[in-house]
């Protein structure tokens, strides 16, 4: 018990004093792998998704492919996450990461348990500038940054879990406009809580993520509705001076699949100073397409399990 405390110490405090970059979604839950190790493998046997998010009409546009196995006979469980981007602020900016998660979990009592959850992660950035001469000539610089540290750990039992996450442990350098915008070099901590309510054939979701980088702080507190196939959902995206908005989510679920839409609507300014989201742009659109592989005999009595299979 001693080292385990130690642990988690190490993990909550640590990342506070190094530096790392983020790409931000509103379906978080989506790839939960990309914001917490700890769910890797969580749904006991084969899970994976798609998701794809443009962001202030083409300003950012982000792909995320995620995939994890759960490994219940050694509690343990692994996955990868492969992510591509571009933002155009002034000149266009590519980033690509692949991320390999690894997940341990203790049972704590006989309905609470402790997943921890290590990831590494290999970054490359391509900066591009544009001469101003004629004919016009652009430069294209790639950044690849060194193998990259992460951390998280997840409590859950029946109906609620909580978990918070550090990524980037050792520090990023980013591209000179990244760092020129404060973009890429500040402290990333994730923290997500979530509890289930069954009321007849309605399950209530209620949830919360936050995020913390530097100056930016976010919290994105929501709920989603669920009845036999159909969630609906609401979230509100809170950070301060920087991006407001509020967000909707449709989802559809049949056999192994999932397939959500949300729509964020901006009601405030932007990270970016110099751009005001509401004058370019009606919002931001952000789908996922997610399996569950689940096998015939599975007879796991963790109701938490269920809830995240069908959630989201």
């Not at 995939?67 to 469980?77: E, Q, R, T, V």
């Not at 000149?91 to 997943?115: C, D, H, M, Q, V």
């Not at 989603?224 to 909707?248: D, H, K, L, P």
């Amino acid at each position: 018990m001693k080292y385990l405390k130690i642990a988690l110490f190490a993990i909550l405090f640590l990342p506070f004093i190094v530096k790392g970059q983020y790409r931000q979604f509103t379906q978080n839950m989506a790839s939960p792998t990309f914001t917490n190790p700890a769910f890797a493998g969580f749904q006991q046997n084969l899970s994976g998704g798609l998701q794809y998010r443009n962001q202030w009409n083409g300003y950012l546009t982000s792909w995320v492919a995620s995939a994890d196995l759960g490994l219940p006979k050694i509690n343990s469980g692994i996955g990868f996450t492969l992510l591509t981007d571009n933002m155009y602020v002034g000149l266009p900016l590519g980033t690509n990461a692949f991320i390999a998660n690894y997940s341990y979990e203790f049972k704590l009592g006989e309905k609470s348990f402790l997943r921890l959850g290590i990831s590494a992660s290999v970054i490359s950035q391509i900066e591009t500038e544009v001469l101003a001469i004629n004919p016009p000539r652009a430069f294209f610089y790639p950044i690849v940054n060194p193998l990259n540290l992460g951390s998280g750990l997840l409590f859950y039992n029946n109906n609620f879990y909580i978990g918070a996450s550090a990524s980037n442990i050792i520090k990023s350098n980013g591209t000179d406009l990244e760092r020129d915008m404060g973009y890429a070099t500040d402290p990333i901590i994730n923290f997500q809580t979530g509890d289930f309510i069954k009321i007849g054939a309605i399950k209530l979701n209620p949830n919360l993520a936050a995020l913390h980088q530097g100056d930016y702080t976010m919290f994105l507190p929501g709920i989603n509705i669920s009845y036999n196939m159909f969630t609906i959902g609401t979230s509100y995206r809170y950070a301060f001076q920087n991006v407001n908005s509020i967000n909707f989510l449709l989802g559809f679920s049949k056999g192994i699949f999932k397939l959500y839409y949300s729509y964020d609507h901006s009601l405030s300014g932007t990270a970016f100073p110099d751009y005001n989201l509401r004058g370019i742009s009606a919002g931001s659109h952000e789908i996922s397409l997610i399996f569950q592989l689940n096998k015939p005999n599975d007879t796991t009595n963790k109701p938490m399990i269920d809830h995240l299979r069908n959630a989201f």
